[in-house]
């Protein structure tokens, strides 16, 4: 068996508008975009990158914003919440700053023995703030939020699956383990320092998700240069049908549809997104892999307004 995964390399969401989008993540949460691109799969619609000032695995929150998506519907087979880890004593910071920035939020409450924020960014996605005391050093110093209140990248996922146990048993052969239980939710984490941590909810009576904007398009797992071909042979023998390697520039993907319906990349680390652009120059423009670079014309003609 190849290596353990440490966790979650980087979830990719479906929004609506590109300027709200960015607006919401870089001002509101204070995220970094670290890189402006397109759907590789779809050159009519922005790719953006939100993450730590170098874009760290385990930090990046992505988005394809179609100016024209209809809502979703989250639901089974889906990643339902994606989970934000932020320091112990910033709860009522952020509840102050969701307030004052007209955020629909719920009530804050306790699982697990961890403080949860839930929130809903502009399009719905289900969003929440996982607040405790073993959190990385702060390494976002441009964030308009103060360096010992901002987020330090994923704590994890929620999976709302119509039954847990297969999908639960592909993330043993990844390296997770169950750490707790209770109702119909089943924690299990990694190794990792960031994004260790998916959560299973099954809810055989939820209704299937429909893709649209405040979706959850996939979930993206670490995985190492050297193994991913591995990986992809341990998929194949789980009984699922993972894609060949694609190159996306910036990280090597293989992808699969787990036995509960939700997409699930297996991404490598480098070459990382500083691999054309400089540090402190990440996501100021737009970047295409050199496989795009000679239709850039065409496609920055059909791409919405987007000022950053």
Do not use: C
């Amino acid at each position: 068996m190849p290596t353990p995964i440490p966790g979650i390399h980087h979830v990719t969401a479906i929004g609506s508008d590109p300027s709200r989008n960015y607006e919401f993540y870089t001002e509101t949460l204070g995220l970094r975009l670290v890189k402006q691109s397109v759907n590789q799969d779809d050159v009519s619609v922005y790719h953006l990158f939100y993450a730590d000032h170098e874009g760290s695995p385990g930090t990046s929150m992505t988005f394809f914003p179609y100016t024209d998506a209809r809502r979703g519907q989250a639901g089974q087979g889906q990643a339902t919440d994606v989970a934000f880890l932020i320091p112990a004593g910033s709860v009522d910071f952020w509840t102050d700053r969701l307030d004052d920035a007209g955020v629909e939020r719920g009530e804050t409450h306790e699982r697990f023995g961890d403080t949860v924020i839930p929130f809903e960014d502009p399009d719905g996605l289900g969003l929440e703030l996982v607040a405790r005391e073993d959190v990385p050093d702060p390494n976002l110093p441009e964030s308009p939020v103060p360096d010992e209140h901002t987020i330090r990248g994923f704590f994890g996922v929620t999976l709302t699956l119509e039954s847990a146990e297969p999908t639960a048993n592909l993330l043993e052969t990844m390296g997770f383990s169950e750490t707790a239980s209770a109702n119909d939710r089943t924690r299990y984490e990694s190794s990792g320092e960031l994004g260790y941590v998916v959560d299973l909810l099954e809810d055989p009576h939820a209704p299937r998700g429909q893709p649209g904007a405040g979706t959850v398009h996939h979930v993206a797992f670490q995985v190492t240069a050297d193994e991913q071909a591995e990986w992809r042979d341990v998929l194949q023998a789980e009984g699922l049908r993972p894609t060949e390697i694609i190159d996306r520039k910036w990280f090597e993907s293989v992808y699969a549809r787990e036995h509960g319906g939700v997409l699930f990349e297996f991404a490598t680390k480098e070459p990382g997104y500083t691999v054309d652009e400089d540090l402190d120059e990440l996501g100021e423009r737009l970047v295409l892999p050199e496989w795009l670079e000679d239709r850039r014309e065409e496609i920055e003609g059909g791409l919405p307004d987007l000022d950053v």
